[in-house]
């Protein structure tokens, strides 16, 4: 069902680009046509020139192209640029369509014109029509020059879009956009504290460089198993990942509880790499509650969306205390009760316990797999 719902959001997207490729070519076409017509009227050109079936022709081609470039871009090339820079991303995309774009073109135009003349003519006499054709009426004229450096630079562009979406996380920047959260709401979500254990003592002990690249391996490989369980990376603090769920998504299929110990087997799963290049195999510790919280757009030079309120305090003080309880993971009462456990996973009562900073005390439990 996961694997389901990831995909309907890759096809939504890949949707969304056709969509985008498509409102931009029957603009540009548009404008051309009006431009062409305009010279015709002031007698600078002569003929007629027909809107509708090219632009149907154009239509159909941009809808083609925005699907195979949208699937390229979104099932094929977004996991191969999760570790690249900006500018590799946005420039490898468009320099790799320009050479499918002119592979295309020279292999298409050249072998159809073969064929056709090689049915009037030689061998010899067909490959030189058909390159001459190609050229002068193609590669060399200033129409397809233009046309294809406007579409390299919309795939550049629609990756550059991909890859900012990412930055900020999926959903997020089109809530920027839309200003869903101009105004302040209150929320009721999820919220998992997600630490590296004992991070000091592997910091003094690899080096803060060493470390620094520690925490981006583990962000890398934490990051398939929030997005698969529907979760939204709402922070990182310094070696401390915030992920929030809308309440739906996080109690589904018991999503908050599953990230947690999907990212665990993950992490163990790939122990020869943590042990060949740091000598460790992290380990993490989480702590999950409930709660309401205010949620809105905050800053001027940079813009975030932004979650305050109690929950958050509450859940940082959960996760604090995991080491006290010698354990890896401790969830609130409250959210246990809106999970209803079946037989995949146990949990154990720690007790009532007085969390710094809290007046009350919150009563915790340990969940583990059965």
């Known amino acids: 069902m996961k694997n389901k719902a990831q995909f309907k959001k890759k096809v939504k997207t890949v949707a969304i680009i056709t969509l985008c490729w498509v409102l931009f070519i029957s603009i540009s076409y548009t404008n051309e046509y009006y431009f062409t017509l305009d010279l015709i009227n002031l007698g600078k050109l002569s003929g007629n020139y027909e809107f509708w079936p090219d632009f149907f022709a154009m239509m159909i081609l941009a809808i083609i192209g925005g699907i195979i470039g949208g699937y390229f871009l979104v099932f094929r090339m977004s996991s191969r640029y999760k570790r690249k820079s900006f500018a590799f991303g946005i420039i490898n995309s468009g320099l790799l369509f320009l050479s499918i774009y002119i592979g295309t073109a020279v292999f298409g135009i050249f072998f159809m014109n073969f064929v056709y003349h090689s049915f009037e003519t030689d061998f010899i006499s067909a490959i030189q029509v058909s390159w001459e054709n190609l050229w002068y009426n193609n590669l060399a004229s ?9 579409f390299g630079v919309l795939v550049s562009g629609t990756q550059f879009m991909l890859q900012v979406s990412d930055k900020f996380g999926p959903g997020v920047l ?4 839309t200003g869903k959260y101009y105004h302040p709401r209150e929320e ?3 919220f998992m504290f997600l630490d590296l254990k004992s991070s ?7 080096g803060n460089k060493q470390f620094f690249e520690l925490l981006k391996d583990i962000y890398n490989d934490i990051t398939e198993p929030i997005i698969y369980h529907l979760g939204e990376i709402y922070q990182y603090v310094g070696d ?3 992920v929030t769920w809308q309440l739906n998504k996080g109690l589904k299929d018991h999503n908050c509880l599953a990230c947690f110990f999907s990212i665990d087997q993950f992490i163990r799963e790939k122990k020869d790499y943590y042990l060949e290049n740091y000598e460790m195999i992290p380990s993490l510790k989480a702590g999950l509650h409930i709660g309401k919280a205010t949620v809105g757009e905050i800053g001027v030079i940079k813009k975030d969306i932004v979650y305050s309120g109690d929950v958050l305090n509450t859940t940082s003080r959960i996760q604090g205390e995991c080491n006290r309880q010698n354990v890896n993971i401790l969830v609130s009462e409250e959210l246990l009760q809106y ?3 079946n037989g995949e ?3 154990t009562p720690i007790g009532e316990i007085l969390l710094r900073g809290k007046e009350g005390k919150v009563r915790l439990n340990t969940v583990e797999l059965v």
């Open 339 to 341: 999970l209803h456990l």
């Open 200 to 206: 000091t003592t592997i910091a003094e002990k690899i």
């Open 142 to 150: 200033p129409s397809f020059v233009v046309n294809m450096a406007l």
């Open 240 to 242: 401390e990942v915030v």
């Open 174 to 177: 089109w809530k920027l956009i």
């Open 188 to 190: 009721e979500r999820i």
């Open 345 to 347: 996973y146990r949990s």
